[in-house]
């Protein structure tokens, strides 16, 4: 396909707010999975990636007035969307030509449920408010409003996948000409719903998550966000921008087998791999890491290193799930992971998978050692990363050097 | 690129009209009450009782539209499944928040939060018909469809697709629409029900002797700007902040638009219509299917049926119209949202 360069990219998640720090702990291997600070809910003992930041220290960053009905969903939105533009060297006026694409699934519902009690007895102002705190579509309007007008906007919506297919969605826009430039990406904060509804479904570790590892118990829930500014050769020519990367290929298919959860034989994950090798033009043996979708869950792991191993037969390259940094920050996910892709390609390192010990029977052997630099004299080039959502929502991206 | 013609196969809809049936061209259902519940058909003729238990009225709804038009073009695997659901199963949403707030997180069933999340419709549909192509969701307010609809156009226009079952789902409970109305977006003095709405269209890039019409353009912009694939517009619309590529504006036979009777929405449409397009024939569906997010759905469905009838009934006209259709060969779909968003879907005639 033609190339589609990316030349922005912001990130802020429990290992760091921007590159700078998220890269810092990606090579130093330390995890942003702790004691929940932030978040007020009664499963206090359950360890999560949270954003260290409140809402009150968020907003200072972004040098705004106080506004209690700004949800964290879209403060941590306007943060990476804040580095991404920045780095691009996009605003004001260009961006009434740029799309701009945003995942969420819950939203602003950490807003919601804080009101949900007195929403009966509540007034007009108030129900404005909370309805425009439950909309995924309000969730990229808050995040958008800070930076004046886009070309139109849009909100995906396909659980952990989203910011995946926010970025697909957004490659095809580039490709029919509807669009020079778009940002693409996705926000998501911790609410107790999330974490409720995850506890409910018994997938939550109460320790650190160990993806592909014997005795991983479930995931930890994270949040954050990531953006990436995406444009066509010829904007790129036009602007005289410097691409960090590109993305070259991407696929997007349905596992088609239950709503929570992945079939044995990962055919979703399998088919959107495959696809996403085929748009680039690229071998199995040309990737040279895997970014795991990995969330930790007995299911997942083992559906997933199931898929790895028919895509990429004898040529697996190094594979590991960043949620043991991160925990899993649902829709944001997809774009958070394609940042940390991009910085592996840009440094030439490898994210550790961390608190892996026992291989797992017929699993995948992920990296595990967290190091600057590569011994190998194997230049990372191509990078494939994974993103699958509940109901088999399956996307992978590819993301390139220059 | 040169553009690829695109049809609509079939659609069908249940909604507060007769579902799965044109029956509101004849005998149009009307209502007094501000909120009203879909129309649904019988769901044992169309799954399984065990099936139909499991699942909620939205993912029921969905599903049997989308087997009616998997039957009706016998079109068991489409290319591509693309759904837009502004709220998607906001009665799980609420079940689940209620008892999370009454039970203070202790004791919870996964079964609402596993049907919560807005790709649950999606997904179940790829699930249940076991369709393994490219599968989205939007989520974005009374655009929702028309994102959907985009999608398609321009995987379709890319050649990655020939087949895309496209839907635009929403249901109302109680809780949500009291808060809604209170926000003043429905339930207000002379407006429209608010209803729900389950729309299935399968998109082909083939044409079919069973197609309804076929999906010409479609434009979605915010602001000042527009985007539309066409590259050579012989005809361009223009005002302060709206444009528009129609080969000629002869060539839209009416404009139907997503009027309910709220000044607050209706506003932008009236304005909009009468500087772009102010001697067209109007139409409007709202008052026929009512409001909700993914109502533009149900304003396709409409106006792809009228197509293919070749017959417009007089009820869909809005009481400005300032003339009637002469020769009916294409209807503009008009949408909107919060004054902000815009999004013009022309249908023509085959």
Request: a negative charge; charged letters at 15%.
């Amino acid at each position: 396909m033609e190339p589609i360069y990316i030349t922005g990219a912001g990130v802020v998640s429990a290992i760091g707010v921007g590159k700078a720090e998220t890269l810092t702990s990606l090579i130093e291997g330390s995890s942003g999975i702790r004691a929940m600070k932030y978040l007020q809910s009664r499963h206090c003992d359950l360890p999560v990636g949270e954003v260290q930041l409140s809402n009150e220290e968020m907003m200072e960053m972004l040098r705004m007035p106080y506004d209690p009905f700004l949800t964290r969903t879209a403060l941590i939105g306007r943060l990476a969307l804040c580095e991404a533009l920045e780095q691009s060297g996009l605003s004001g006026e260009a961006l009434s030509a740029v799309p701009f694409i945003s995942a969420t699934t819950v939203g602003g519902m950490d807003r919601r449920e804080l009101c949900y009690a007195q929403e009966k007895d509540c007034d007009c102002n108030h129900a404005h408010a909370l309805i425009a705190t439950h909309n995924c579509a309000d969730s990229t309007k808050m995040i958008a409003g800070y930076f004046g007008q886009f070309a139109f906007l849009s909100t995906v919506s396909t659980a952990c996948s989203s910011a995946t297919n926010a970025i697909i969605t957004g490659a095809n826009m580039l490709r029919c000409g509807m669009a020079d430039t778009v940002i693409v990406g996705g926000a998501e904060s911790l609410t107790m719903f999330h974490l409720n509804g995850f506890n409910s479904l018994m997938i939550l570790d109460h320790q650190q998550c160990r993806p592909f590892d014997r005795d991983r118990a479930g995931l930890n829930l994270g949040e954050g966000a990531a953006y990436l500014v995406m444009e066509t050769e010829a904007s790129l020519n036009k602007r005289d921008a410097t691409p960090i990367g590109r993305l070259s290929g991407y696929g997007n298919a349905c596992d088609a087998f239950h709503q929570t959860a992945s079939s044995p034989e990962g055919t979703g994950a399998v088919l959107a791999m495959q696809e996403a090798l085929a748009v680039a033009g690229l071998k199995p043996s040309d990737i040279q890491y895997v970014n795991a979708h990995g969330t930790g869950t007995p299911n997942n792991d083992e559906s997933e290193s199931y898929a790895l191993k028919t895509v990429f037969a004898d040529s697996l390259p190094p594979v590991s799930s960043t949620k043991s940094f991160t925990g899993h920050t649902t829709s944001a996910s997809g774009s958070i992971e394609a940042v940390f892709c991009l910085l592996a390609i840009q440094h030439q390192f490898i994210p550790a998978n961390l608190n892996w010990h026992t291989p797992m029977d017929n699993g995948i052997i992920p990296y595990t050692t967290a190091s600057a630099g590569l011994a190998s004299g194997n230049p990372i080039t191509h990078v494939l990363s994974n993103a699958f959502g509940f109901g088999g929502n399956d996307s992978s991206i590819i993301l390139s050097g220059n | 690129m040169t553009q690829k013609r695109i049809f609509i196969q079939a659609a069908e809809q249940i909604s507060i009209q007769q579902p799965l049936s044109q029956q509101w061209m004849d005998e149009p259902l009307s209502y007094d009450n501000r909120l009203v519940k879909a129309v649904n058909p019988a769901f044992r003729d169309y799954l399984p009782a065990n099936e139909a238990r499991r699942m909620g009225g939205l993912l029921k709804r969905a599903l049997v539209t989308t087997m009616k038009v998997l039957n009706d073009t016998a079109i068991d695997h489409p290319d591509a499944i693309i759904t837009g659901t502004s709220i998607g199963s906001l009665d799980c949403t609420e079940k689940f928040l209620d008892a999370m707030v009454e039970n203070e997180e202790e004791m919870l069933s996964p079964t609402w939060f596993m049907q919560s999340t807005h790709n649950t419709v999606g997904s179940t549909l790829g699930i249940y018909t076991k369709t393994h192509g490219y599968n989205t969701t939007y989520s974005h307010g009374a655009m929702s469809f028309d994102l959907a609809v985009l999608d398609a156009w321009m995987q379709m226009q890319l050649g990655k697709i020939s087949t895309a079952l496209v839907g635009g789902h929403d249901e109302m409970v109680e809780s949500y629409f009291t808060l809604l109305k209170k926000a003043g977006y429905v339930g207000q003095p002379g407006m429209v029900p608010c209803g729900e709405v389950a729309m299935s269209m399968m998109l082909n890039t083939q044409p079919t002797s069973d197609a309804l019409c076929e999906l010409s353009e479609i434009a979605i912009n915010q602001g000042d700007k527009y985007y539309s694939l066409s590259k050579t517009p012989t005809y361009k619309l223009q005002t302060s902040n709206l444009k528009l590529q129609i080969s000629n504006i002869t060539d839209i036979s009416a404009v139907m638009t997503g009027i309910n009777g709220n000044p607050a929405n209706d506003l932008s449409y009236q304005t909009l219509v009468a500087n772009l397009f102010p001697d067209r024939p109007r139409l409007h569906y709202k008052h026929l299917f009512g409001e909700n997010y993914t109502s533009s759905a149900l304003g396709l469905y409409a106006a792809a049926h009228c197509l293919k009838q070749n017959h417009l009934p007089s009820f869909l006209y809005d009481s400005d119209s300032p003339c009637l259709v002469q020769e009916l060969n294409s209807i503009l779909l008009v949408n909107q949202m919060e004054n902000q968003q815009f999004s013009f879907i022309l249908l023509k005639k085959l």
